[in-house]
Every structure is written in structure tokens, then in C-alpha cells.
């Protein structure tokens, strides 16, 4: 059994900028858990617990939902907030609304989420809100303030992704990639 999600990566260059609005978000923090910078990333489609056996056809939904190809394109991260689950704070830095290339991103996901479901392959259908992670079990004693900042998010690729953890480190992996370009 594999923990899976289908994922956007970020390169390094994006990776640099996330890392600077968490570390605001640190200095205002008493503790938490932040994301690490090889795991920060934007799910599209959290499948979770699926057979190894699995693994091979959903690469190939993937595939097949990306076609005809979709041009890459970019996304613009302005918007800094968080979930809160029982007193418990996930913060999260996501696209603008009115982004209009996010109806892109939407597509994108609604394709490979209708493929998965005519393979009756399941998933997390939650409403999309798209956003990575920044840190979870956030606490604080006063309100957090980030200024507002544009990242200009490159959508090149979709990549399906294992979660585990390696030496007690939680690490995602690709297992496979498709590039927009191709």
C-alpha cells in the first residue's frame, strides 16, 4: 500500500519565495510544524491508501486525462490564510480569485479527477481550494501578519506522488511525471 497524491512540484526558484513567507509566519509563531522545502508542492487530487498494484493505472489516467495536451501556464500565490481544525491552525499561502488561469488548473483537475472515477479509482473529493501548505499545528499568541506578496507559480507538470516517511522524516517522492509541454 502506497499513500498517494497527484501534485504540482515547485522548483527551486518558488521554493525560495515559500520558504521566505514561512519564515514570517515562524517569527511570529511559538511552535509548529512546518513543511519542509523538498516537500512543498500543490496537491490536486489526495488519493491516500491505494495497492501497489494501483499504481500503474493511475499513472496512465493521469496520462491519458492530460490529453489533448494543456499548454504550461502560471498561477499567481497571493493570498496568505489558514484552516482551522480543533484549535489547531494549517497555514497556507494560495492563488487570487480572480486569477483567471486558475479555471486552467480547475480543468486540469477535473479531467484527471473523472478519469480516476471511471477507473473507480477513489479520492478526497473536497471542494479544490488551491494553496500549499506552509505549516501545521501552528500557535501563536498574537495575530499573524504576512504583507501581501505575488508568486508567480510555473504549472509545467503533474506528477503523481508517494508519501511516507523515511527515517521518521515525512518525504513525497514522484513515481511518475507528465510534462505539459510534451
Same mark, same amino acid.
Given at each position: 500500500?502506497?499513500?498517494? @497524491? /497527484?501534485?504540482?512540484?515547485?522548483?527551486?526558484?518558488?521554493?525560495?519565495?515559500?520558504? #521566505?513567507?514561512? +519564515?514570517?509566519? !515562524?517569527?511570529?509563531?511559538?511552535? %509548529? !510544524?512546518? #513543511?519542509?522545502?523538498? $516537500?512543498?508542492?500543490?496537491? &490536486?487530487?489526495?488519493?491516500?491508501?491505494? *495497492?501497489?498494484?494501483?499504481?500503474?493505472?493511475?499513472?496512465?489516467?493521469? +496520462? !491519458?486525462?492530460?490529453? *489533448?495536451?494543456?499548454?504550461?501556464?502560471?498561477?499567481?500565490?497571493?493570498?496568505? %490564510?489558514?484552516?482551522?481544525?480543533?484549535? !489547531? +491552525?494549517?497555514?497556507?499561502?494560495?492563488?487570487?480569485? $480572480?486569477?483567471?488561469?486558475?479555471?486552467?488548473?480547475?480543468?486540469? =483537475?477535473?479531467?484527471?479527477?473523472?478519469?480516476?472515477?471511471?477507473? %473507480?479509482?477513489? @479520492?478526497?473529493?473536497? *471542494? @479544490?481550494?488551491?494553496?500549499?501548505?506552509?505549516? =501545521?499545528?501552528?500557535?501563536?499568541? &498574537?495575530?499573524? /501578519?504576512?504583507?501581501?506578496?505575488? /508568486?508567480?507559480?510555473?504549472?509545467?507538470?503533474?506528477?503523481?506522488?508517494?508519501?511516507?516517511?523515511?527515517?521518521?522524516? &515525512?518525504?513525497?517522492?514522484?513515481?511518475?511525471?507528465?510534462? &505539459?509541454?510534451?
Amino acid at each position: 500500500m502506497r499513500r498517494l @497524491f /497527484i501534485a504540482v512540484n515547485c522548483d527551486d526558484k518558488i521554493k525560495k519565495q515559500l520558504l #521566505s513567507v514561512q +519564515e514570517k509566519i !515562524k517569527a511570529q509563531s511559538l511552535k %509548529g !510544524k512546518f #513543511s519542509l522545502p523538498q $516537500n512543498l508542492h500543490l496537491t &490536486l487530487v489526495f488519493i491516500g491508501e491505494t *495497492p501497489d498494484d494501483k499504481i500503474q493505472l493511475i499513472s496512465s489516467v493521469i +496520462e !491519458k486525462a492530460l490529453k *489533448p495536451p494543456v499548454a504550461p501556464f502560471t498561477i499567481t500565490f497571493s493570498e496568505v %490564510g489558514c484552516f482551522k481544525h480543533s484549535n !489547531k +491552525e494549517l497555514w497556507w499561502i494560495g492563488t487570487d480569485h $480572480n486569477d483567471t488561469r486558475l479555471d486552467t488548473l480547475k480543468t486540469i =483537475r477535473q479531467r484527471i479527477t473523472n478519469a480516476l472515477s471511471l477507473e %473507480g479509482v477513489r @479520492f478526497d473529493n473536497r *471542494p @479544490f481550494k488551491a494553496h500549499i501548505t506552509l505549516g =501545521r499545528e501552528i500557535k501563536h499568541e &498574537l495575530p499573524v /501578519i504576512i504583507p501581501k506578496q505575488e /508568486i508567480i507559480f510555473p504549472v509545467n507538470s503533474i506528477s503523481l506522488m508517494k508519501s511516507e516517511h523515511v527515517n521518521r522524516v &515525512l518525504t513525497y517522492t514522484e513515481i511518475s511525471g507528465i510534462n &505539459l509541454s510534451d
